[in-house]
């Protein structure tokens, strides 16, 4: 614990009630977490990056009441009282908390994995309602879409756990079961039976309370324009992992968002059928989208006229590089149980047996990061989420911060990558007028990190409190408090 917020000149954690209008009572198990909730707080000679992809202002006071930034101020020194808590940030940056947008509430199960990388069947997908949530809000993430769900009441009554401040976790767009078609992988799906299944499921999960969809790899185009239609009736967005419909087909069946960046499309796969998912998946289609071919700029105008966001999510792609990748963060093994730390290190491991990918995917990742870069520049909305999946070394929380290091890798400024996981996600999920950057008015999410992250983006690691609607959540303690459990439940 650094010894600057040892030095706050007085905080007073306990405030009469009327002062907090916003924030729910919050329960004991969340009152743990809590290092700042004071009717009014103020982070003073604070360097603030705002979320807008302006530059870094340095030496600000971010003055916090009830929930809400009240006002953004030169630095000055601030005289603390009973209900004030000042927190002197010399040395700190705050940025606006992350908008996480692929962020999932589960892991994946291989069962029996061994050291040749062989496992049973079925992949099962389970829980992580006790550890995902910690592990976001601890890293500096707010407000997430789940970005499909398998225990959709769970996630949903997660949801309302957390907004009423009985659990620890950010703001959830909670994703209805994944929509996907009828030959799938994951037994935990629905496998849709046609365009009035894919409606009818829709429906269902939107009466109760589902804010998102996603769209899976073996859905039909026409079960994907039913579950669109049916969807955008009630105001709500669709996004998808497709394979079987490709990038190009969704935007004009009206998708608002396509996930993975460009590594799904399979437009131009050469075994590539209607309705059908290919063998390479979109490698084939990746590996030949060069930015500046005709299909490339076709792509980028098909998506951006028809108002299609992109959310990129490296860290899951970036194991599969290999060498001269950075080791799995300390903090990011200790979270892990024992058993999905051994299977991260099986699927690590390459046995000698393994083929060797038939397409480069160093090559895939260079024409990725230059697509997202391109359709940024042509104007498109580029979101970003981790996707914690893979082989278990993507985790909730580490895999956004990372998500914003890759970013910087693909050629963003930090500060607009910041922006990228921060402003858009907000602009998306259509609350840009209360998240998403530091402006007075907005919603008190703001993350509090060790270091300036617009000189060395690894700084965005260095999270030390994360305020939500106002609220101050101590990292460490969070993180401590799901030390071996990621993998588990
Ligand atoms: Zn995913």
Known sequence: MPSRFLSWVFVLLLISLPLRAKSPELSKAVQEFVRV?????????????????????????????????????????????????????????????????????????????????????????????????????????????????????????????????????????????????????????????????????????????VTSFKAYMNITRAELKAAIDAAHKRGIKVTGHLCSVTYKEAAELGIDDLEHGFFVNTQLDTDKKPDVCSQSEGDETLARMDPDTPEAKDLINTLISHHVAITSTLPVFEGDLGVGRPLLRQQALEAMSPQSREDFFLLRQRPASAPAPKIDPALLWKHDLEMERAFVAAGGLLLAGPDPTGRGDVLPGFGDQREIELLVEAGFSPVEAIKIATLNGAVYLGKDKQIGSIAAGKNADLVVIKGDPSRQISDVENVEIVFKDGVGYDSRKVLDSVRGRYGQY
Not at 70 to 79: I, L, R
Not at 157 to 165: E, F, Q, S, T, V
């Open 37 to 209: 909730n004071a009717g009014k707080a103020v982070l003073t000679h604070v360097r603030i990056v705002d979320g807008t992809g302006a530059g870094a202002v340095e030496d600000q006071n971010v003055v916090i009441e009830n929930g809400k930034i009240a006002a953004v101020q030169p630095g000055a020194d601030v005289p603390a009282d009973k209900s004030t808590a000042v927190l002197d940030l010399h040395g700190y940056t705050v940025m606006p908390g992350i908008v996480g947008m692929h962020d999932h509430l589960f892991y994946i199960v291989r069962p029996n994995l061994d050291s040749r990388r062989h496992f049973d069947d079925p992949v099962l997908v389970t829980q992580m309602t006790f550890s995902a949530p910690r592990l976001y809000l601890a890293s500096g993430v707010t407000t997430m879409r789940t970005t499909g769900s398998v225990e959709t009441y769970a996630d949903l009554n997660l949801k309302r756990d957390i907004d009423a401040g009985k659990l620890p976790g950010p703001h959830l767009d909670v994703t209805g079961p994944y929509l996907e078609g009828a030959e799938s992988y994951f037994l935990q799906m629905p496998h849709l039976t046609g365009p009035d299944d894919a409606r009818q499921t829709v429906e269902y999960w939107a009466d109760r309370g």
